[in-house]
Nanobody, 115 residues
Framework: QVQLVESGGGLVQPGGSLRLSCAAS????????MGWYRQAPGKQRELVAG???????NYADSVKGRFTISRDNVKNTVYLQMNSLKPEDTAVYYC?????????WGQGTQVTVSS
């Protein structure tokens, strides 16, 4: 089973940018569909962005045009570039790997958008 480790979270002012990284190990990375989810206090975990093995992407409406997901199959890493951040983007962000009905999760990284 794949192991996932997120990094890159932190405190940023509204309008700022962050890039999250998720390093995968323990399995063949390029066979997994990868995604970023987030969970704000008191809310359910929601899909932010996903990327297939072929590079097709999808985004939540709330982040379209601001966030970009990408993957590097040589470095076994998936990224989430977040621009024009808003206070409502504040959440714990989780990396996810999906393969044939099995989901694997990282430990999460906190993103706080505040002035």
């Amino acid at each position: 089973q794949v192991q996932l480790v997120e990094s890159g979270g932190g405190l940023v002012q509204p309008g700022g940018s962050l890039r999250l990284s998720c390093a995968a190990s323990g399995s063949i990375f390029n066979i997994y569909t990868m995604g970023w989810y987030r969970q704000a206090p008191g809310k359910q975990r929601e899909l932010v962005a996903g990327i297939t093995t072929g590079g097709s992407t999808n985004y939540a409406d709330s982040v379209k045009g601001r966030f970009t997901i990408s993957r590097d199959n040589v470095k076994n890493t998936v990224y989430l570039q977040m621009n024009s951040l808003k206070p409502e983007d504040t959440a714990v962000y989780y990396c996810n790997a999906y393969l044939v009905g099995v989901f694997s999760w990282g430990q999460g990284t906190q993103v706080t958008v505040s002035s």
